[in-house]
């Protein structure tokens, strides 16, 4: 079995994750969609939070897994016995920094390949980053992401700025 790994802080997944994970599932026979702990991102949502969002993301996705993970991607992949590593590229600006992060995992371990795919041009702006801004400043975010990532960041929002009023365009 094909198993390989699309790690991601997903902060929150985003209808582009969503367009390259089943680009991938068509690919691979087992996609592991792996929600990082990265709390140096300072995450709006729990990695629990992170992690649910996902899971009813992909769920009419057969062949796709999501789990959390923490560490070296590298062992990561190693211990799920993936065969490769999945990046998105959006724009010919995230090329430098996902292949750096390539050529070190290829450093880390020279048997770990990376598989870069791009998403559609509709998605190539699209960042979990823009969405939260866009989401704080009260715009709609329904194009962008699934619904329930609309009504997690709407109650998330809401409850941050219970003090500064309503949270309506969400």
């Known amino acids: 079995m094909r198993t390989v790994v699309y790690p991601g802080s997903f902060d ?8 390259v994970v089943q680009r991938a599932a068509k690919m691979f026979d087992r996609v ?18 992170r992690k649910r969002m996902a899971l009813s993301a992909v769920s009419n996705l057969g062949n796709v897994v999501v789990e959390t993970f923490e560490g ?14 999945v990046r998105g590229l ?3 600006s995230d090329f430098e920094f ?7 995992n ?3 371990n020279e048997n770990v390949e990376t598989v870069f795919l791009m998403p559609k041009d509709s998605y190539s702006f699209l960042s979990s980053r823009l969405v939260k801004e866009v989401a ?3 715009g709609d975010v ?17 409850t941050a700025k219970d003090s500064t009023g309503p949270t309506e365009g969400l």
Request: glycine share 2%; charged share 25%.
């Open 90 to 92: 959006r724009a010919v």
């Open 136 to 138: 704080r400043l009260k």
């Open 32 to 49: 592991i969609l792996a929600v990082a702990r990265n709390e140096g991102k300072h995450p709006l949502f729990s990695l629990d939070e």
């Open 98 to 104: 996902e292949f750096q992060l390539a050529l070190m």
């Open 142 to 158: 329904s194009p962008f992401v699934p619904t329930e990532v609309v009504e997690a960041l709407r109650a998330k929002l809401k």
């Open 12 to 19: 929150p997944i985003t209808n582009g994750h969503l367009d």
């Open 106 to 108: 290829r450093k880390l």
């Open 72 to 85: 070296l991607l590298v062992d990561y992949v190693v211990h799920h016995k993936a065969c490769a590593v």
